[in-house]
């Protein structure tokens, strides 16, 4: 069934920060829906962190729904601007990729992407395809649609030229050329973080200096990470990761703080805004937050791993952390019979991603964070001989099993 333009603008609004302007895009909508024409909904990706998480995901999703409407969707990847580096935020000029990074990195993207977004309904495009043909004289034309003026409103650059921080010609290029993307495409929506709002707007304001009709401007609002304060950074080790297997993915849903709770409903699931208004009141009736916190992480799980993944990692997450059993379903580590003391596996445990280095795992042992078939493991203990079957668990959600 299709839903009528005011219904498909009261979806498009949820977990929206801002949007912009709303009588345009109702407009575009009613004229879609008329004509029976899918808006072009544009997403642009700046391939320089590749790893995708449910923070970068928030547009994602939203761009799905669109895509559930109807709607198509266009990914550009900024090969070219990525020369430049998007300096939003930034208290100076990001170093250039090298096109060999630009295009191993777009290629992990569009293996993530995918896991949230409708193929059938999504063109790829890489802006090079168009920037690198502009002459000369054409960029000279680009340059004048807009002042040093405007482009120092931008906080960054404005802070950066009151600190005296040089900031590169160049750079200016930047959201000037990421702009040019909508025009190229004719993008009826642009959907981005509030972080990209100055670049968002430029694309409008390109637009209408060159004779389109402007995009409208959907802004996501950034959503906070694991610790419940900072921003989900992977630097930060705060996020959840789109390609995590499910029974982490699961475990980490079920460490988001209850007061983030109908944040992650609104931006990382689809639900239908009723049905987050129905959470709502539950939590307001007194229900524990731990069953609505339950309910999220099989969603979430479900959404980026299927139904089936979603039932293993449920009876993982019940059996180590509610049971604290051993689960049946854990990794095996084969190993060596002339390398079977704990010490001597412990290059393996880091080859294989369970520990970031030796010294991680010694600190972990030294705050009792190991257990060696459920009982604490202690420094002492490293040259104790492993047998088939034996278990080891480190921290609260990593488990291996033995094997010879």
């Known amino acids: ?72 969707a266009v990914i550009i990847i900024g090969d070219f601007t990525g020369r430049i580096g998007d300096p939003s935020g930034k208290a100076k000029g990001r170093t250039a990729l090298s096109d060999e990074a630009v295009k191993k990195n777009a290629e992990t993207y569009c293996e993530q992407i995918f896991k949230v977004l409708d193929k059938t309904k999504t063109t790829v495009r890489f802006n090079s395809e168009w920037l690198s043909k502009l002459t000369f004289e054409e960029v000279l034309k680009l340059a004048a649609s807009t002042s040093v003026a405007r482009m120092l409103e931008r906080d960054d650059f404005q802070q950066r030229y009151q600190n005296q921080s040089p900031i590169g010609i160049h750079e200016f290029f930047y959201p000037l050329m990421q702009a040019y993307d909508s025009v190229e495409i004719q993008a009826d929506i642009e959907i981005g973080g509030t972080d990209q709002t100055f670049n968002i707007l430029m694309g409008r304001t390109l637009q209408k200096h060159m004779g389109q009709e402007k995009q409208a401007a959907i802004f996501m609002p950034l959503i906070e990470g694991l610790d419940g304060v900072e921003k ?47 959470i709502l009141d539950r939590l307001e009736d007194g229900e524990n937050p731990r069953n609505i916190k339950m309910e999220l992480a099989e969603i979430i799980t479900a959404l980026y791993h299927g139904d089936a993944a979603l039932k293993e ?92």
């Open 1 to 72: 069934m299709r839903l009528t333009p005011a219904e498909q603008l009261k979806i498009i609004e949820k977990g929206a920060a801002e949007l912009i302007e709303e009588g345009e895009l109702l407009q575009k909508l009613e004229r879609s829906y008329n004509e029976q024409r899918p808006l072009t909904i544009k997403l642009g990706l700046d391939p320089s962190a590749p790893d995708i998480h449910l923070g970068h995901a928030v547009v994602l999703r939203k761009i799905k729904q669109l895509q559930d409407l109807g709607h198509q």
């Open 232 to 278: 989900m950074s992977k630097s930060l080790g705060n996020y959840i990761g789109v390609s995590e297997a499910p029974e982490i993915m699961f475990k980490k849903v079920m460490e988001i703080p209850d007061p983030l709770l109908l944040k992650y409903f609104e931006l990382a699931t689809d639900e239908h805004p009723l049905a987050i208004e129905s």
């Open 313 to 404: 990692a449920k009876a993982y997450f019940e059996t180590a952390f509610q049971k604290r059993e051993i689960p049946e379903n854990i990794p095996t580590l084969l190993v060596e019979i002339d390398k079977e003391r704990i010490e001597q596996i412990i290059p393996q445990f880091v080859a294989s991603g369970f520990v970031r280095s030796k010294s991680d795992f010694v600190r972990l042992i030294e705050q009792n964070g190991v257990l060696f078939n459920g009982n604490k493991l202690t420094k002492e203990e490293l040259d104790t001989v492993v047998s088939n079957g034996d278990v080891l668990q480190i921290g609260k959600k990593r488990f291996v099993r033995f094997e010879k």
